[in-house]
Protein backbone atom coordinates (compact mmCIF):
# COMPACT_ATOMS: atom_id res chain seq x y z
CA UNK A 1 0.00 0.00 0.00
CA UNK A 2 2.71 2.29 0.91
CA UNK A 3 4.51 2.15 -2.82
CA UNK A 4 1.38 2.82 -4.42
CA UNK A 5 0.60 5.53 -2.27
CA UNK A 6 4.33 6.97 -2.70
CA UNK A 7 3.48 6.12 -6.40
CA UNK A 8 0.19 8.28 -6.83
CA UNK A 9 2.09 11.11 -5.16
CA UNK A 10 4.98 11.58 -7.19
CA UNK A 11 2.49 10.96 -10.27
CA UNK A 12 0.46 13.97 -9.03
CA UNK A 13 3.11 16.34 -7.79
CA UNK A 14 4.80 15.95 -11.31
CA UNK A 15 1.43 16.07 -13.39
CA UNK A 16 0.96 19.39 -11.43
CA UNK A 17 4.25 21.14 -12.38
CA UNK A 18 3.67 20.51 -16.01
CA UNK A 19 0.41 20.88 -15.74
CA UNK A 20 0.11 24.03 -13.35
CA UNK A 21 -2.74 26.67 -13.60
CA UNK A 22 -2.66 29.64 -15.74
CA UNK A 23 -0.91 32.09 -14.12
CA UNK A 24 -2.91 35.58 -14.26
CA UNK A 25 -1.83 39.35 -14.32
CA UNK A 26 -3.90 41.68 -15.14
CA UNK A 27 -5.91 40.96 -18.25
CA UNK A 28 -3.04 38.76 -19.37
CA UNK A 29 -3.22 34.52 -18.52
CA UNK A 30 0.33 32.88 -18.68
CA UNK A 31 -0.22 29.09 -19.61
CA UNK A 32 1.87 25.84 -20.66
CA UNK A 33 5.17 27.02 -19.65
CA UNK A 34 7.89 24.71 -20.34
CA UNK A 35 11.15 24.39 -21.80
CA UNK A 36 13.58 21.77 -23.19
CA UNK A 37 16.53 20.49 -21.21
CA UNK A 38 19.83 21.10 -22.34
CA UNK A 39 23.19 20.21 -23.82
CA UNK A 40 25.52 21.33 -21.17
CA UNK A 41 25.59 24.96 -20.27
CA UNK A 42 27.59 25.86 -23.08
CA UNK A 43 24.94 26.00 -25.67
CA UNK A 44 21.79 27.83 -25.17
CA UNK A 45 17.94 26.21 -24.14
CA UNK A 46 14.75 27.18 -25.43
CA UNK A 47 11.51 27.85 -23.09
CA UNK A 48 7.88 27.84 -24.75
CA UNK A 49 4.64 28.95 -23.08
CA UNK A 50 1.24 30.82 -24.13
CA UNK A 51 -0.08 34.48 -23.00
CA UNK A 52 -3.47 34.87 -23.58
CA UNK A 53 -4.87 38.62 -23.42
CA UNK A 54 -8.46 38.40 -22.02
CA UNK A 55 -8.85 41.93 -21.98
CA UNK A 56 -10.08 45.08 -24.73
CA UNK A 57 -6.44 46.32 -25.17
CA UNK A 58 -3.00 45.01 -26.95
CA UNK A 59 -0.26 44.79 -24.36
CA UNK A 60 3.13 44.04 -25.27
CA UNK A 61 5.88 41.91 -24.05
CA UNK A 62 8.84 43.76 -23.39
CA UNK A 63 11.40 42.07 -21.37
CA UNK A 64 12.54 38.92 -19.96
CA UNK A 65 14.78 38.06 -16.65
CA UNK A 66 15.44 34.63 -15.33
CA UNK A 67 18.46 33.39 -13.40
CA UNK A 68 19.16 30.59 -15.39
CA UNK A 69 19.67 32.82 -18.41
CA UNK A 70 22.38 35.60 -18.41
CA UNK A 71 20.49 36.96 -21.95
CA UNK A 72 17.31 35.56 -22.29
CA UNK A 73 15.63 36.61 -25.84
CA UNK A 74 12.49 35.88 -28.29
CA UNK A 75 13.22 34.50 -31.82
CA UNK A 76 10.82 33.70 -33.99
CA UNK A 77 11.59 30.93 -37.07
CA UNK A 78 10.55 31.25 -40.19
CA UNK A 79 10.96 29.07 -43.48
CA UNK A 80 11.64 30.40 -46.77
CA UNK A 81 9.72 29.36 -50.03
CA UNK A 82 12.84 27.62 -50.66
CA UNK A 83 13.07 25.87 -47.33
CA UNK A 84 15.23 27.66 -45.55
CA UNK A 85 15.07 28.14 -41.97
CA UNK A 86 16.18 31.08 -40.60
CA UNK A 87 15.92 32.40 -37.19
CA UNK A 88 15.38 36.35 -36.09
CA UNK A 89 15.01 38.27 -33.06
CA UNK A 90 12.06 39.92 -32.04
CA UNK A 91 12.33 42.78 -29.77
CA UNK A 92 8.63 43.45 -28.00
CA UNK A 93 5.79 41.10 -29.52
CA UNK A 94 2.02 42.52 -29.06
CA UNK A 95 -0.18 40.24 -27.34
CA UNK A 96 -3.86 41.69 -29.39
CA UNK A 97 -7.00 42.18 -27.63
CA UNK A 98 -8.73 38.79 -27.02
CA UNK A 99 -5.55 37.47 -28.47
CA UNK A 100 -2.70 35.05 -27.59
CA UNK A 101 1.10 35.31 -27.97
CA UNK A 102 1.94 31.49 -28.93
CA UNK A 103 5.81 30.48 -28.16
CA UNK A 104 6.16 26.73 -29.27
CA UNK A 105 8.74 25.05 -30.99
CA UNK A 106 9.40 25.78 -34.96
CA UNK A 107 7.69 29.47 -34.26
CA UNK A 108 8.09 32.01 -31.88
CA UNK A 109 9.97 30.86 -28.77
CA UNK A 110 12.59 31.67 -25.22
CA UNK A 111 16.21 31.56 -26.53
CA UNK A 112 18.09 31.31 -23.09
CA UNK A 113 21.31 32.55 -24.13
CA UNK A 114 24.57 32.32 -21.84
CA UNK A 115 23.04 29.88 -19.42
CA UNK A 116 24.52 29.96 -16.30
CA UNK A 117 24.24 26.25 -15.56
CA UNK A 118 22.59 23.24 -17.80
CA UNK A 119 18.54 23.37 -17.72
CA UNK A 120 18.12 19.67 -16.30
CA UNK A 121 15.23 17.49 -16.56
CA UNK A 122 13.08 16.94 -13.66
CA UNK A 123 13.84 20.73 -12.76
CA UNK A 124 12.45 23.97 -12.41
CA UNK A 125 13.46 27.59 -12.99
CA UNK A 126 11.26 31.22 -12.63
CA UNK A 127 11.44 33.39 -15.71
CA UNK A 128 9.81 37.09 -15.10
CA UNK A 129 8.01 38.17 -18.11
CA UNK A 130 7.96 42.23 -17.89
CA UNK A 131 4.72 43.10 -19.85
CA UNK A 132 3.69 46.95 -21.08
CA UNK A 133 1.16 47.19 -19.28
CA UNK A 134 0.44 44.39 -17.03
CA UNK A 135 3.63 44.67 -15.46
CA UNK A 136 6.02 41.73 -14.38
CA UNK A 137 4.65 38.10 -13.53
CA UNK A 138 7.01 35.42 -12.40
CA UNK A 139 6.46 31.87 -13.89
CA UNK A 140 7.87 28.76 -12.79
CA UNK A 141 9.29 26.44 -15.93
CA UNK A 142 9.43 22.90 -15.69
CA UNK A 143 12.41 21.18 -17.42
CA UNK A 144 10.96 18.35 -19.94
CA UNK A 145 13.25 16.30 -22.00
CA UNK A 146 15.59 17.05 -24.65
CA UNK A 147 13.15 15.19 -26.92
CA UNK A 148 9.86 16.64 -25.72
CA UNK A 149 7.67 18.61 -28.12
CA UNK A 150 5.15 20.21 -25.80
CA UNK A 151 3.74 20.44 -21.37
CA UNK A 152 1.61 17.33 -22.39
CA UNK A 153 4.45 14.61 -22.10
Not at 101 to 108: A, F
Amino acid sequence: MKLSISALLAFTLCAGVVQADPIRQGNLEVDGAWARASIGASRPGGAYFTVRNLGNEADRLIGLSSPVSAMPMLHETTVSEEGVSRMAHVEAPEIPAGGALVLEPGGMHLMLMELTGPLEEGGTFPLTLIFETAGEVTIEVPVLSIRATGPEE
